[in-house]
């Protein structure tokens, strides 16, 4: 079972590139934690909750489609350092200006809409090089699942650690620490073995976008997997952004409470990554995409109005794994059947569809929350969501055949 689940770290450049993956998602986090309890501190707004977090994605929501295009172009072992050192300068400036207690809301905003910028090359980035990383095209599937189990060990550890470190020492600590990890990452970044092969010719920038759009949405498995990832991020991954009202107001606690409530939907997010890890084959996920979506719905339901922690940290361990386990799970479909030529620009459209929407998402629910209160904006975010799912288990039947028989182009049969 072990080998199984741990079989990507085989090959010698994804471990590498793990090992970088998962210092700098602790810092993230510490830093995702800090950003928001800082902002809600100085504002008391929900509002403005939902403005920062929209802002922090607001680059994904513009840039993904150029950013696709320039990922089929480039050398990606360069571009990814370079977004490296982007993320590691805006978390350094963030340091310096809170340390010295000079912080106002405009800052936030325009860092926030600076880390966005370097986010939306950074993720297409991403997600493109597993396939080279791993010299087993067999092994791609647990690679992306291994490092989305990265990312969410990082959602237990990293908000637990920003929780007590923003009480004790201030959010300062946070912003430091993130910006040290990425000079980690950079030297693990740099130890990678990588042989750049351009294209003899590229057609132009607007035709390179048409086509890569034509092949992604004019395959019906493909269409329908972006589609419900949209909706997801609309309704459901806007929970954290609002985190800050439960744990100030709900459950009357601070930066710690804070820390435990998202700490949970890690959690929960860790456990369903060991699964999808430990998974030998590709078939079958999308019954399990349409299951999660359901879960993290109804758990997203019942926790709005839930008063005893306990159970609400039980229930956000359901919203955090059920999205997690939809988004990596379409992510391992998508990387699988992608062809080769065009996979930047299938991976930006999964970044729109799940982290640029993410930023209307934040600022719908900020706006609603506001109007409504957060638990009333949970329940009708839910609600949309169960529709959604229920849209698309009636199509999954339907998708199977053309799943089929890609499934048998590249040789999966089991």
Not at 53 to 74: E, K, W, Y
Not at 163 to 187: D, Q, R
Not at 251 to 258: F, H, R, S, V
Not at 317 to 322: D, E, K
Request: proline share 3%; hydrophobic share 55%; charged share 10%.
């Amino acid at each position: 079972m072990a080998s199984n689940l741990f079989r990507a770290l085989r090959h010698r450049n994804f471990r590498i590139f793990f090992i970088g993956q998962a210092l700098s998602n602790i810092g993230t986090w510490l830093q995702q934690v800090a950003m928001g309890w800082l902002t809600y501190r100085v504002t008391g707004s929900a509002w403005i909750l939902g403005v920062v977090a929209f802002c922090t994605n607001f680059g994904i929501l513009v840039l993904s489609p150029f950013a696709g295009v320039l990922a089929d172009r480039v050398n990606r072992h360069r571009a990814l350092m370079a977004t490296q050192v982007l993320m590691l300068a805006q978390a350094a400036v963030l340091t310096i200006i809170v340390a010295l207690g000079h912080v106002q809301v405009w800052h936030l905003i325009v860092l926030a809409l600076w880390l966005g910028v370097a986010w939306a090359f950074n993720v297409p980035l991403r997600q493109t090089m597993y396939v080279y990383l791993v010299t087993d095209r067999a092994d791609l599937a647990n690679a992306i699942a291994l490092n989305s189990f990265t990312v969410n060990a990082a959602r237990v550890v990293g908000p637990a650690v920003a929780g007590v470190l923003i009480a004790t020492l201030g959010e300062a600590w946070c912003f430091g620490i993130n910006a040290f990890s990425f000079l980690l990452v950079i030297g693990t970044v740099a130890q990678l073995e990588w042989k750049h092969t351009p294209a003899a010719s590229h057609p132009g920038w607007w035709a390179s976008w048409v086509e890569g759009a034509r092949y992604t949405f004019g395959f019906a498995p493909m269409r329908t997997l972006l589609i419900l990832l949209a909706v997801l991020a609309w309704t459901i991954a806007p929970y954290s952004a609002l985190m800050p009202i439960y744990a100030k107001d709900v459950y009357g606690g601070g930066p710690n409470t804070l820390g435990l409530l998202l700490s949970s939907a890690g959690v929960g997010a860790l456990a369903c990554m060991t699964y999808l890890a430990g998974r030998s084959t590709v078939r079958g996920l999308g019954r399990v995409i349409g299951r999660a979506a359901f879960t993290c719905a109804l758990a997203l339901a019942a926790f709005a109005y839930m008063r005893l922690l306990p159970v609400g940290m039980a229930l956000l361990m359901l919203v955090g794994g059920g999205l997690i386990l939809c988004a990596a799970s379409a992510n391992v479909i998508l990387q699988t059947i992608a062809d080769d030529r065009l996979r930047g620009r299938v991976a930006s459209f999964y970044t729109l569809a799940f982290l640029g929407v993410a930023p209307l998402g934040n600022l719908a629910a900020g706006a609603l929350a506001r109007w409504l209160g957060a638990p009333m904006t949970f329940v009708l975010n839910a609600v949309l969501c169960t529709l959604a799912g229920i849209w698309y288990w009636r199509a999954l039947p339907g998708l199977r055949h053309d799943m089929q028989q890609a499934y048998e182009r590249l040789g999966i049969s089991s």
